[in-house]
């Protein structure tokens, strides 16, 4: 009996990316126990109250080298093994120390990634959160993700960061920069949702997308993106009991995440 099963995978040239799932069981407190007969058998008084085992899901990402090379976020590896050459890669666009230190404040994701090359396997953290494996087919390709989201990728996929430049976004400090992924090949990313509980908008051009922040997945970078408040004014901005919002204009696609305030 295998403790894990493989749910999903993705594959680029030398590297396959895997997600699988562990069906486990676990006692929790937010279940009534069972009380069974006490050791004075039948009649006797008292009990023992038993906690039943209920199934809880968790996931990891395994990475299949044959050849080729992944990057994956600081902090994620489990074990690997086989014969590897492990680097640390510094992302585009954050140079020095004092790059990394603003790039990690604002996007939630580090300036470096590990770099894993050779041929063999490495196995990520086990966590109750979902992943979603997808795949880039050309070199002008471009993704932006939400803060946090990027987990994994090819290689040969460029990590950058991206910036915000309106200046509602500078002047919330929230969101202001973003992980972006450019190039082809397979990647990876961490999701609060499962697959089948995301929304893929397609904007054709004609009308605009007002997304709550907290909700945004990722978007292709051929969207024109403001990130504001959804009314001008402070005051009337207060009234809305909204955050800031994300409004995309232009011919693209947005991922949103509408569940992921259900636990």
Not at 132 to 148: F, K, N, Y
Not at 175 to 197: N, R
Request: charged share 20%.
């Amino acid at each position: 009996m295998t403790m894990r099963s493989k749910i999903d995978e993705q594959k680029s040239p030398g590297v396959r990316f895997e997600v699988h799932e562990f069906n486990r069981k676990a006692h929790s407190l937010g279940h009534q126990p069972v009380t069974v007969a006490g050791a004075g058998g039948a009649g006797a008084e008292g009990g023992i109250h038993v906690h039943l085992p209920h199934p809880v899901s968790a996931r990891q990402v395994r990475i299949v080298l044959e050849g080729g090379a992944a990057l994956l976020e600081p902090g994620a590896l489990q074990y690997a093994h086989g014969k590897l050459q492990v680097d640390v890669q510094k992302n585009a666009g954050a140079g020095g120390f004092f790059s990394r230190a603003i790039t990690s404040a604002g996007s939630g994701e580090s300036a470096f990634a590990t770099r894993y090359a050779g041929h063999g396997e490495v196995w990520t953290e086990v966590t109750t959160k979902h992943f979603i494996l997808a795949a880039m087919d050309g070199p002008q390709d471009s993704l932006i993700l939400d803060d946090g989201a990027f987990y994994a990728c090819d290689a040969n996929i460029a990590v950058s960061t991206h910036v915000h430049r309106s200046v509602s976004g500078i002047m919330s400090g929230n969101g202001l920069m973003q992980p972006k992924l450019t190039g082809a090949g397979a990647f990876a990313i961490e999701s609060p949702v499962p697959v089948d509980e995301i929304e893929v908008i397609e904007l054709d051009g004609q009308n605009e997308l007002i997304v709550d922040g907290d909700l945004m997945l990722m978007y292709t970078a051929t969207l024109q993106v403001e990130l504001r408040p959804l009314v001008r004014g402070l005051r009337n901005a207060m009234r809305t009991g909204e955050g800031l919002v994300f409004v995309f204009r232009g011919r693209g696609t947005v991922w949103l995440t509408p569940t992921m305030r259900l636990g």
